[in-house]
T-cell receptor, first 113, second 118 residues
């Protein structure tokens, strides 16, 4: 089942601007992951944040996690046209024990050159 | 490392035929593989989880007789769409998990297979 909800569903920005996407979830988690999907392709893992972490950086990516609000945000700084893709959050629920991930509905990001 | 391939990348078939999609982990042993279905502009819907050497666990609402999954080895899982119909047209994506690859539950995804049933 899909428990994650990303917002916005679609985001269009100019190259060089920052893009912020949010994700909310419903159950307790071990970790939350962000994936990227280019049109018609598979998913690429971007970054993972554990439930005991609040912020994590990787290059131009910054992820925050607020377990009290059951929400996460992905910030892409200095966006590039090549960042155009759909971005999904995925949660690893506590106690699932089956290595399953639950994906959100995704945010479609368009970066205009 | 941790590369997952899918074959074919695109398939068009007639209604009533069966289609087999392969998912391979190229450089690691995948103890668990997942099959997802994705409709246009939508998220991934988990269809089933397969563990090597055992029967797949299907998600609620997924017909196990319609979508046959076999995970006979640590590097190969197959999804067979039996008696395919136009409503089965979709993008099918597999992912794999292997112990020791990552500290946490990170899945490695294949590039997907676009199935079109005429």
């Amino acid at each position: 089942s899909q428990q994650g909800e990303e917002d916005p569903q679609a985001l269009s920005i100019q190259e060089g601007e920052n893009a912020t996407m949010n994700c909310s979830y419903k159950t307790s988690i071990n970790n939350l992951q962000w994936y990227r999907q280019n049109s018609g392709r598979g998913l690429v893992h971007l970054i993972l944040i554990r439930s005991n972490e609040r912020e994590k950086h990787s290059g131009r990516l910054r992820v925050t996690l607020d377990t009290s609000k059951k929400s996460s945000s992905l910030l892409i700084t200095a966006s590039r046209a090549a960042d155009t893709a759909s971005y999904f959050c995925a949660t690893d629920p506590t106690g699932a024990g089956s290595y399953q991930l639950t994906f959100g509905k995704g945010t479609k990001l368009s970066v205009i050159p | 490392g941790a590369v997952v391939s899918q074959h074919p990348s695109r398939v068009i078939c007639k209604s009533g035929t069966s289609v087999k999609i392969e998912c391979r982990s190229l450089d690691f042993q995948a103890t668990t593989m997942f099959w997802y279905r994705q409709f246009p502009k939508q998220s991934l819907m988990l269809m089933a989880t397969s563990n090597e050497g055992s029967k797949a666990t299907y998600e609620q609402g997924v017909e196990k007789d319609k979508f046959l999954i076999n995970h006979a080895s640590l590097t190969l899982s197959t999804l067979t769409v039996t008696s395919a119909h136009p409503e089965d047209s979709s993008f099918y994506i597999c992912s794999a998990y292997g112990p020791g690859l990552a500290a946490y539950n990170e899945q490695f995804f294949g590039p997907g297979t676009r199935l079109t049933v005429l």
